[in-house]
T-cell receptor, first 111, second 118 residues
Framework: DAKTTQPPSMDCAEGRAANLPCNHS???????VYWYRQIHSQGPQYIIH???NNETNEMASLIITEDRKSSTLILPHATLRDTAVYYC????????????FGQGTTLQVKP | GAVVSQHPSRVICKSGTSVKIECRSL??????MFWYRQFPKQSLMLMAT?????????EQGVEKDKFLINHASLTLSTLTVTSAHPEDSSFYIC??????????????FGPGTRLTVL
């Protein structure tokens, strides 16, 4: 599975949009971009995933560049409860793909 | 999203004893489940892939005789830490793959089990 690169930490003001970048320059055509987050001492929570089109759900939006080498997770109105470690993971489609976690980005939402 | 549970949430045991952790998918059938371990201030490390009705596949460096995995049904996988020692103290997390999405199936995680070996 392709590796990803994320900044180790970011801050965001409460109520503002949080934009979390991820670089996956070696991504293959059959690999999806997944985002999870982990709040302290809990299991990871699924946020969103995509292949090449931008995706949006009730939690976030995922913007994938046209060359698919990078993506951005957008939390439109961050709250204090969004403080967590955010993981960007590239995974092959189908039942052979595994989620391999990197170090992620620690997002601190400040009042 | 789909719900995955783990039991127990916390366990403290003496060195040399065995501990069993259960992982259940509550509202979907999971042919594949995964077990991860997480040490303090570190990321999750995949230990093994558990397939219903067959032997688990372990990641490199994970002792299969120490971490016994059983996936006897489509909603239950168990991880048994045999002859636990203090260095096995960790946060153990399972996940289950919901096949409903087809090629874009999503893994959902349990809340984790905190194991402390004295």
């Amino acid at each position: 599975d392709a590796k990803t690169t994320q900044p180790p930490s970011m801050d965001c003001a409460e109520g503002r949009a949080a934009n979390l970048p991820c670089n996956h320059s070696t991504i293959s055509g059959n690999e999806y971009v997944y985002w999870y987050r982990q709040i302290h001492s809990q299991g990871p929570q699924y946020i969103i995933h995509g292949l090449k089109n931008n995706e949006t759900n009730e939690m976030a939006s995922l913007i994938i560049t046209e060359d698919r080498k990078s993506s951005t997770l957008i939390l439109p109105h961050a709250t204090l409860r969004d403080t967590a470690v955010y993981y960007c993971i590239v995974r092959k489609a189908g039942n052979t793909g595994k989620l391999i976690f990197g170090q992620g980005t620690t997002l601190q939402v400040k009042p | 999203g789909a719900v995955v549970s783990q039991h127990p949430s916390r366990v403290i045991c003496k060195s040399g004893t065995s501990v069993k952790i259960e992982c259940r998918s509550l509202d979907f059938q999971a042919t594949t489940m995964f077990w991860y371990r997480q040490f303090p201030k570190q990321s999750l490390m995949l230990m093994a892939t558990s397939n219903e009705g067959s032997k688990a596949t372990y990641e490199q460096g994970v002792e299969k005789d120490k971490f016994l995995i059983n996936h006897a049904s489509l909603t239950l996988s168990t991880l048994t830490v045999t002859s636990a020692h203090p260095e096995d103290s960790s946060f153990y997390i399972c996940s289950a793959r919901d096949p409903a999405g087809g090629l874009t199936d999503t893994q959902y995680f349990g809340p984790g089990t905190r194991l402390t070996v004295l």
